[in-house]
């Protein structure tokens, strides 16, 4: 025993245990702003002006979520469920038409693929930023403003950041071995049912990944909500939040506000905590396009 | 590439492979159209019209756009708030490179020893990162308050005093610069792990018998061998942060009159937020457009940069 603890102590020099302190200090630092936020949107007004600060409301309240979501004027049931529709329809479409392209520019062969798959490429470094006036007017020329249409169909084909995902399916195909196609010809399989019950199969591990960062992505958008959509009725949560800041009595009142972030966070900080393998695969596999 | 050999079954006839790739090239044109017909819609037609676009005197309401040539270029070098935006963008470009890129990779290093719980530790630097933008910017608003947010709380514990972040012209770039740390720092920390984890042992052990010190082995393996990772981060970075928008609007609206999200005095008007602007709050899309092309020629010459530099400076493994 006594040995031991003699070797442990050897272990933990100076200054190894100096870093792990910095480290876990500047956790706590990253940390910090969430439980602030969670504790101020538990408070009511006077109480969260205290200073210093508590960190533990004397009197915990709900009122301002409940505010949130009964009040006419924030409507954050209807957000989530807006938000929820833009985020299923998003992801259908990924399945459906970034799969099938990624299957195409991997595994057929057709005049003008590669020209096509350089332009799906180029997509990957021309942001939603230079576009928006250009897209503000091809949307409102369609009829497409404040509609669901116009929060959809873009990503749904794989446009602002789609094109990374068709890019790594792409790469899942094309490591899989000729042969499964070759039987499935021979056995009579045309293009389309080779590729829904041969290949498809094979990559259910990659789109397991994709449908994450797809979601993080959709849930967390703001930029494009923002450029098409301006009738509360079809707001998506980050406009709802966007919101308040065009409301000046609204800008100062921190539990609400704090609150209406809680309801922001909360379901993409659930879905990390279940799924962060995923999370960090994706992001690994960003760095490597 | 080699991919458009196809494998042809013993005794199948000649008719029958033409025919089998006809219905190959059909299908190929099938499962990629739509994607290709999206792109072309939404991100390769608006590049052009948005050139087009900023050849007119042309408001967001208005029907008869102007043509006025190069009339919107003329005009924006000669604004000082486009000039201050894409000055402040820089500064702001700067700052995320020169202090978040080297913190993360600092991290990374020591992140990259095994020690008790190490994984939950990297949990809390990477949470940020896949959050929603608005809402923790709305959070740093309270965060970054002058009289009671927590940072000027923390702060004086080291004895300073109270910092106006976000009305204080000078102090509200760094407060933003601040924020964006704390948002992306964890994301260039995974990218560094990740690439200090390709960097064999058999280097380290060749060193630790030569008796290289451990600063030694940080410049003389550790980073030459990471830079092609450096190399990737400080690009997407430095693409990243120049369309910076969110942030800075969410940070700076409704604090000061004008409500545009710039900032006091224009502080935090950034290139994006200046065209956003531009274009749907002064209601000048032609102008707002030529901005747009201006941000877009930056990025292309940071991507051709990329492309150029990989082929240079960086050390790939053998």
């Known amino acids: ?217 959709t849930w967390n958008d703001f930029v494009w909500p923002l450029i098409v959509i301006n009738n509360p009725k079809k707001y998506v949560i980050s406009l709802g939040i966007s919101m308040f800041i065009s409301d000046r009595a609204a800008l100062t009142n921190w539990p609400l506000l704090m609150a209406s972030s809680v309801l922001a966070l909360i379901p993409i900080i659930v879905v990390f905590m279940f799924f962060q393998k995923y999370f960090m695969r994706n992001l690994v596999m960003s760095g490597i396009k | 590439m080699d991919s458009d050999v196809i494998a042809v079954p013993v005794g199948s006839g000649k008719t029958k492979m033409s025919l089998r790739r006809k219905s190959e090239i059909i299908w190929g044109f099938i499962f990629v159209g739509p994607v290709v017909l999206g792109i072309l819609t939404f991100m390769a037609f608006p590049t052009f019209y948005g050139f087009y676009i900023s050849m007119f005197k042309w408001s967001i309401i208005g029907k008869h756009p102007l043509f006025i040539g190069f009339g919107n270029y003329v005009k924006l070098i000669n604004d000082p708030d486009f000039l201050k935006a894409f000055w402040n963008t820089t500064v702001y470009v700067a700052g995320i490179i020169f202090v978040c890129v080297p913190l993360s990779l600092l991290l990374a290093y020591l992140f990259n020893k095994k020690m008790p719980f190490g994984e939950t530790l990297k949990v809390a630097y990477y949470l940020p990162v896949i959050t929603m933008m608005v809402a923790v910017a709305m959070v740093w608003r309270w965060v970054l308050s002058t009289d009671y947010g927590i940072l000027n709380y923390f702060l004086g514990f080291f004895g300073i005093k109270k910092i106006a972040w976000l009305s204080d012209p000078r102090w509200a770039m760094p407060g933003l610069i601040i924020m964006s ?14 690439g200090l984890k390709n960097i064999p042992e058999m280097y380290y052990e060749a060193a630790d018998i030569d008796g290289a010190s451990s600063s030694r082995k940080f410049f003389q393996i550790t980073l030459p061998l990471l830079s092609p990772t450096t190399l990737f981060i400080l690009l997407t970075t430095m693409m990243n942060s120049f369309q910076i928008f969110s942030q800075a609007l969410i940070l700076f609206s409704g604090a000061s009159d004008n409500s545009t999200g710039a900032g006091p005095d224009n502080a935090c008007n950034t290139i994006v937020l200046y065209l956003y602007n531009n274009a749907f709050k002064w209601s000048s899309a032609g102008y707002a457009a030529s901005q747009a092309v201006i941000l877009f020629l930056v990025l292309v010459i940071l991507t051709v940069v990329q492309l150029k530099l990989q082929k240079r400076w960086v050390h790939y493994e053998v």
């Open chain 1, 1 to 217: 025993m006594r040995y031991d603890y003699i070797k442990i102590v050897k272990k933990l020099n100076i200054g190894s245990s100096m870093i792990y302190i910095m480290l876990v200090a500047g956790a706590v630092f990253m940390i910090m702003p969430f439980l602030w936020m969670i504790s101020s949107s538990l408070k009511d007004m006077e109480s969260v002006f205290i200073f210093p600060p508590q960190w533990i409301p004397r009197k915990i309240i709900l009122n301002n979520y409940k505010q949130l979501f009964s009040s006419s004027y924030y409507n954050f049931g209807r957000y989530y469920i807006n938000t929820i529709i833009v985020v299923i329809l998003r992801l259908s479409g990924m399945f459906v038409f970034c799969s099938m392209a990624a299957y195409g520019f991997a595994r057929l062969e057709f005049p003008l693929k590669n020209i096509f798959f350089m332009i799906v490429l180029a997509t990957l470094m021309l942001p939603i930023q230079v576009l928006m006036v250009p897209l503000y007017f091809e949307m409102r020329y369609f009829r497409w403003i404040n509609t669901f249409r116009a929060l959809v169909i873009p990503q749904a084909l794989g446009c602002f950041g789609g094109a990374f995902s068709i890019f790594l399916l792409r790469q899942y195909f094309m490591a899989l071995p000729k042969d499964l196609e070759d039987a499935a010809e021979i056995d009579g399989c045309n293009v389309p049912r080779t590729f829904y019950s041969i290949m498809l199969p094979q990559v259910k591990t990659a789109y397991a990944a994709l449908a994450i960062f797809t979601f993080q992505g």
């Open chain 2, 181 to 194: 740390i704390w948002k992306g720092v964890g994301f260039n920390m995974v990218l560094f792990i990740a």
